[in-house]
């Protein structure tokens, strides 16, 4: 007969070895794909051309943040080639790490909110001034990251620039292209139509610009920008929350198309593009990619989205298509909120890695602001508490 400490330490073995993660992805300015804080590691899973096989390259490196924040956001300042992670720690929340993709090195640097709430907000980072821009409740703040690829002794602040009209109860959708950002699910704005700021000139345009095309829903959602070869974004991805289609936006026509929605239908995944590919990591740490040509719509709307494997074959993740997430069923609260892309999606705490366990059944269940995304099956725990309550008794 067991003894109670011998069954307390086998109900323990049932359940699965876990650490919580909120990672994101990224490109470097050669378009290789990084994905942060997946197995507790950072890897590089190399260009598009190498992402139907293989294994991507570990690139963790000393100084990294844990990846433990909520709501971790990556950005790529093309010019610098640096990736800018905010909300990467949850024990120094303000802090911005910076990592050269060149040199491959971290480094932190220090910030001063001024009482800008980084649990609730949504940001893009303008391509030529490297300025962030982030809306919470209502408020338009900014953060100047110069030509910054390595932290400096000084601490950078958070302004607060102005109040914008869209009131403090909008949960904001944002995007960048051509130095605006665009806003979508503004109230009263209809459908297919976006409110727009110009970086520039500090301005909120009077009037929503229209799209021709497939009208995208005035509701929230997730975006992502298009890089150019040279020059600024002139596209970018939306990805509303009923995942309808992804919505592609050109500011120099006016137009909107649309690819194929993502495999996992989860309103926590992160976003990334490139030149040519749409990129997104979901709950379960799962990457995926559609394939994008500039200006071919008829390309563009009969292409299928495949996971990355190379990331698939480091960090023990598949297709994010086969997990709950996939069937609409991790979804986010209004709480806390923040974006990589913009889109300030409500941030689930994301799982690294596969859950495994010994005599019992493993089943991915996706994530909803902290859930684990890959957790034991609940007969199987249910079945040893049952065991425990029978020796007992």
Known sequence: MFSVPTLVSLLLLAVPHVVYADPCVAFDAEFNLLAF???????????????????????????????????????????????????????????????????????????NTNNFDLTNFAAILDHDTNVFYALSKGDLWFLDMSSLKAATSSVLPWTNAETSPYGSDYQPTMALAQNHVHFIGTPGTPAGSAEIFVIHFSFFQPQAQAYSGPQFPATHGQTTSFFQSEGVQQEFAFIPDDFSNVYVINVESNTTTTLAAPPSKDTNARYASSITALVQLDSTGAVSFVPYKQGDASTNSAATWSSVAPIAAVAGTSSGSSSAAASGTSTGSSGSKTSATGSGAPAGTRLSGTASATGASASTTGTSNGAMSNAVSFGAIAGVMLAVLAYLH
Do not use: E, M
């Open 37 to 111: 804080g997946l197995n507790g590691k950072d890897w590089n899973a190399g260009q598009q051309s190498s992402w139907g096989s293989g294994s991507a390259t570990d690139i963790t490196a000393s100084g990294r943040p844990p990846f433990d924040g909520t709501g971790t956001t990556c950005y790529l300042a093309q010019f610098f080639n640096a990736i800018y992670v905010l909300n990467g720690d949850k024990s120094n929340p303000s802090d911005v790490h910076i990592y050269d993709a060149a040199a491959k090195s971290w480094t932190t640097q220090k910030t």
